[in-house]
C-alpha cells in the first residue's frame, strides 16, 4: 500500500506541440480550408494522444522509465524524499497524462 499512496502524490502531464507541413493528403477534407484545416489538426491530436497514453499504459506495465519521468520527479523532491521513495514500484502506478497539439503549417499536394 505505501507504493499505491506514494504514487497518488504525482500527476505527470506531457505537453507535445507537433507543428509541420502536410505534403500529401488524401482524405475527404479541403485542407485550403481553414476550418477543415482545424478538423484534420483535432484529430490528429486525438489520434497522437491515444497512440501516447498506450504507449505510456505499456512502460508503465514494463516498468521502464524511457520518458525519464523520474528524473523530473527526482527534482521536485528533496534528496529524503527521494531516497525513501522506491520509483521501481510507483512508477507504475502515477497518473500520467499526454496533451497533444498540432499545428499543420503548410499544405502540398492534395487527391
Known sequence: MEADAAAKRFRVNLNIRLRG???????ELD?????????????????????AQRLIQQLQQLQADNLGVGKF?????????????DWHEVFPMVDIRCKVKVKIEGTGIFS
Open 21 to 27: 507541413t502536410m505534403t500529401e493528403y488524401t482524405g
Open 31 to 51: 485542407l485550403r480550408q481553414k476550418q477543415d484545416r482545424i478538423k484534420l489538426e483535432q484529430m490528429l491530436e486525438r489520434y497522437f494522444e491515444q497512440k
Open 73 to 85: 520527479v527526482r527534482n521536485r523532491l528533496s534528496y529524503k524524499e527521494w531516497k525513501q521513495l
